[in-house]
């Protein structure tokens, strides 16, 4: 009978033997993924990653963790994921709020270019302006009329600040000529409860969070921000056909911190590109009236480049600021 000793050798190299043999994946010894989120659940942001997010787990036989870090545009759960190790466990889920911030606020703490991986973008989603049961109106031209006659009476709910539905707004009122009081939230969620509420006059919200309300009553549907109608949202008029050449629309995207190794960015790349290309995927993003989207990484990074530059010129001619 072999000596302990000798059965502790002999089990150490057994160990060694299937640890060898063992394919790790390429993320940090398999460890759960963590998706972090700038705005609170229920968002667009937040079901958006909580859906790729359980698709690529599915895919990578990993699981994958949702967390939310609300607050400041989205620039704390950028912030968080600019310092985390760049091994692929921690991924940020952001919007068009990451390349408007880059002018927007003056001091973030981080580069949305230089301080980040791009990975892909997984969606495009139209907005609608909606407003609160009991306003003396029915339609856009209404609302306009309105708040030239009481400038400083309406406000809009701000879903989070540097967003593309911010951005609508302050876009809304410089071309309309109004004055409308934003009042800010830290997400899309909070936002459209209070205008259910009855507590705040309008808002600009993403399709995906106006559609469970359309039929409700609960709000008007005034215009949708997309050049044509939307099949989603029957007898509600794209908002140029009053406010000509109104057009808006956010982007949804995942990102790793910078300098994350190629072959880690290529299998996440891959994992998410599955989830976008999936009937499923394609099917709900078509019922949402949103568009499902594939960008490889270095396609991603040239349009998050390319995007700020944008955003700048739109930022500098509205004046807008954040509260």
Not at 57 to 63: A, E, K, R, V
Not at 208 to 227: C, D, E, F, M, Y
Request: glycine share 8%; hydrophobic share 45%.
């Amino acid at each position: 009978m072999p000596s302990l000793p000798t059965r502790r050798a002999s089990l150490a190299a057994l160990l060694l033997a299937a640890m060898a043999t063992t394919p790790f994946p390429a993320t940090a010894q398999g460890r759960p993924i963590t998706i972090v989120v700038g705005s609170p659940a229920g968002g667009t942001t937040d079901t958006l990653a909580r859906v790729i997010g359980r698709m690529v787990g599915d895919t990578l036989g990993q699981p994958v963790i949702v967390e939310n870090r609300a607050g400041a545009g989205g620039n704390i759960a950028a912030s968080f994921v600019a310092k985390a190790p760049a091994d692929g466990n921690t991924l940020l889920m952001s919007f068009t709020g990451h390349t408007i911030n880059a002018t927007l606020y003056k001091n973030l703490g981080f580069d949305p270019v230089k301080d980040f991986t791009p990975i892909t973008m997984v969606a495009k989603v139209p907005s609608v302006l909606i407003a609160r049961k009991g306003l003396p109106f029915s339609d856009t031209a209404g609302l306009i009329a309105y708040a030239k006659k009481n400038p400083g009476k309406l406000n809009f709910a701000i879903g989070a600040q540097g967003s593309s539905l911010h951005l609508a707004s302050e876009q809304f009122k410089m071309v309309t000529g109004t004055d409308i009081v934003n009042v800010p939230y830290k997400g899309t969620g909070p936002a459209l409860a209070d205008v259910l509420a009855g507590t705040v006059d309008l808002m600009f919200a993403s399709t995906v969070n106006v559609l469970p309300h359309q039929k409700t009553g609960a709000i008007q549907l005034l215009g949708v921000s997309s050049r044509e109608a939307l099949p989603q949202f029957p007898g509600v008029p794209p908002l140029t056909q009053t406010v000509k050449g109104f057009e808006s629309q956010a982007w949804f995207g995942l990102f790793g911190p910078a300098k994350m190794p190629k072959e880690t960015t290529d299998r996440l790349y891959a994992a998410v590109k599955k989830a976008v290309e999936s009937p499923a995927y394609q099917e709900r993003m078509h019922t949402e009236a949103a568009s499902a989207v594939d960008m490889t990484p270095d396609a991603f990074a040239k349009f998050v480049a390319q995007d700020v530059q944008d955003w700048a010129k739109i930022i500098k001619a509205s004046g807008a600021t954040v509260e």
